[in-house]
């Protein structure tokens, strides 16, 4: 099985930064896209930042400038380094990747995190 794990969730104030780190273990295979989803209470989850393999990015449009993805292939591991946040990025962060176990070379799953709170006062 493969296991994502986040860390680095925390309270801090409007303007202030971030660093969220997850790491894919287990029988991996392979893992193609990491990412970064969110929800807020009341609210569906939203994508918040992916990186391909290949390190082809997509942002939310409300984190564009703002927050950066990157990604460490060799450790199956993704940040997200969050600057001048707002009180309306306060929500769980939830870690994906994508990716297949030895189990199944073939077969790709979403794999999730537990999530990690992100609350930013104003």
């Known amino acids: 099985q493969v296991q994502v794990v986040e860390s680095g969730g925390g309270l801090v104030q409007a303007g202030g930064s971030l660093r969220l780190s997850c790491a894919a273990s287990?029988?991996?295979?392979?893992?193609?896209?990491m990412g970064w989803y969110r929800q807020a209470p009341g609210k569906q989850r939203e994508l918040v930042a992916t990186i391909t393999s290949g390190s082809i990015i997509t942002y939310a449009d409300s984190v564009k400038g703002r927050f950066t993805i990157s990604r460490d292939n060799a450790k199956n591991t993704v940040y997200l380094q969050m600057n001048s946040l707002k009180p309306e990025d306060t929500a769980v962060y939830y870690c994906?990747?994508?990716?297949?176990?030895?189990?199944?070379?073939?077969?790709?799953?979403?794999?999730w995190g537990q999530g990690t709170q992100v609350t930013v006062s104003s």
């Open positions: 994906n990747a994508v990716g297949s176990s030895t189990r199944s070379p073939y077969d790709e799953y979403d794999y």
């Open positions: 287990g029988s991996i295979f392979s893992i193609n896209v």
